[in-house]
């Protein structure tokens, strides 16, 4: 290994982990904020004893994503300079934005939610946490809109004095086409990871017959929220993967291990190729597919590898344009089996929940439980197709991987930094994976712990604390 695939493993371990966390805490962040407003719209109080068990796990997870978004910020320094110092004025902008705006008002509403549980309006304080999940939007949107400038440069010009790209429309960095599709199909599928993974946590609890008037609404509407959300990544999905086609035929090329142009082409449920991803061995494949998938029509034609390859050495230059097949191949497939399996779970739980009822037999909460670990995998699957797909460009048509790595740096450096890297994350995994079993099988607060003291007849101070409270 050279320094550049060193550096990738490092690049593509911290993302992954990290990603791991930023999906839960939007999804996350919108359901403790909807079920402290229909405490408030109704006053029940199962509602406010959910909303802070919930809380405190969101609060656990936040915390943790923080921890491991600094890494990434620092790597582009590091590891990545010359990246760094091509594309400074354009990518650095939208994670300014993102760092001094979205993450400000995420943790300064987050710091009042947390403290002003007895000390502000009650209405004031539900509207905190819902700007809370309004800044995990943002920070979201910014830093896609980066990472959707390097799948689709747009804005830029680049500077033959000093070799850089410079920002000529910020504008359409931030209403990229890549960003406008990446963004929504982003977004739903950390609703996807929320609802599934209050799903998970209420079904182990449901399964002991603890606490059922807290567990069984969060159920109900993490299914809920898991179901819409299914059908908004599936539609997202779809326009994302037209728009891959026509801006990075190979993505899609090898997404299907498409060796040569079809039309129509076919959609492949199993397709094995030779070690060098040069051509098909055996596959079994559904005719038109792909051909939809892809462009809209089932008789569209589809690009293959081989061809656009050809086309790109065109283009280019000499080189292989082509990325690992069958990462980007088995990755596309993990991400789209998992979001058909969370729907069809979300559906069938929904059902069984019909009428007030609740599934009668263990397995089925065994199921939910497991289910917990679908939208983490479906994530990390779409991530690292999304990335891979794309090499050997790190800046797609404009700067290759192998030219964005710092020179300075040996690979002996970056191994030992992979190495340091992934054993800190491996005990923050641990820590992490501790905390939230921990609190979620403490279960809720009791009615009597959320609910505010009586008033005291010799301490005005307590009566009006408990009168705004309860406001």
């Known amino acids: 290994m050279d320094t550049v695939d060193i550096a990738r ?9 990290h990603f791991l966390f930023v999906p839960l805490t939007i999804g996350l ?6 079920l402290e407003t229909a405490w408030l719209r109704t006053g029940k109080t199962h509602y406010l004893r959910a909303a802070k068990f919930w809380g405190k796990l ?27 110092r091509f594309v400074g004025d354009i990518f650095g902008a939208p994670l300014a934005i993102e760092g001094l705006l979205a993450f400000f008002v995420e943790s300064t509403f987050l710091g009042l939610w947390i403290f002003g549980w007895d000390r502000l309006n009650a209405r004031l304080h539900n509207a905190c946490i819902w700007l809370v999940h309004i800044g995990t939007l943002l920070s979201a949107y910014f830093i896609l809109a980066a990472n959707s400038w390097m799948q689709h440069p747009v804005g830029y010009r680049i500077d033959h004095a000093t070799g850089r790209a410079r920002l000529t429309d910020f504008w359409a960095v931030l209403t990229n086409s890549t960003q406008l599709v990446s963004f929504p199909h982003t977004i739903t599928a950390a609703f996807v990871t929320g609802g599934l993974f209050m799903a998970g946590v209420s079904a182990w609890h449901l399964a002991r017959r603890r606490n059922i008037e807290v567990f069984r609404p969060s159920l109900k509407v993490a299914l809920a929220v898991t179901a819409i959300a299914s059908i908004g990544v599936a539609i ?9 086609t026509e801006q990075q035929p190979m993505k899609m090329a090898a997404a299907e291990a498409l060796y040569e142009t079809e039309q129509p082409a076919s959609f492949s449920v199993f397709t094995l190729g030779t070690p060098d991803g040069h051509k098909e061995v055996f596959g079994i494949k559904v005719p038109r597919v792909l051909s939809f998938l892809a462009t809209g029509t089932f008789d569209g034609e589809v690009k293959g590898i081989n061809d656009v390859q050809a086309a790109e050495q065109a283009r280019y230059g000499p080189g292989n344009y082509r990325p690992v097949v069958p990462v980007a191949y088995w990755n596309f497939r993990i991400m789209v089996g998992v979001g058909m399996l969370t729907a069809l779970l979300s559906v069938a739980g929904l059902w069984l929940m019909r009428r007030g009822r609740l599934p009668s037999k263990p397995w089925m909460y065994r199921v939910g439980v497991l289910a917990l670990s679908l939208p983490f995998i ?13 090499q050997p460009w790190s800046v797609f048509g404009v700067l290759k991987t192998s030219a964005s790595v710092s020179p300075g740096v040996s690979a002996t450096s970056m191994l030992i930094s992979v190495v340091s890297l992934t054993a800190l994350y491996g005990v923050l995994l641990v820590i992490e994976v501790g905390l939230m079993l921990r609190y979620a099988k403490a279960g809720p607060p009791t009615e009597e712990e959320v609910l505010p003291p009586p008033p005291s007849d010799d301490s005005d101070d307590d009566a009006e604390r408990s009168l705004a409270f309860a406001y």
Do not use: C
């Not at 479906?378 to 794309?390: D, M």
């Open 9 to 17: 493993w490092q690049f593509g371990i911290t993302t992954v982990y």
């Open 29 to 34: 962040s919108a359901l403790v904020a909807g």
């Open 58 to 84: 969101f609060l656990i997870n936040f915390a943790m994503g923080i921890v491991t978004g600094i890494v990434q910020e620092f790597q582009f320094g590091m590891n990545w300079s010359d990246y760094s």
């Open 236 to 244: 997202t999905g779809d326009v994302q993967g037209k728009v891959m």
């Open 378 to 390: 479906g994530n990390s699957a779409g991530w690292i197709f999304t990335e891979n797909g794309r």
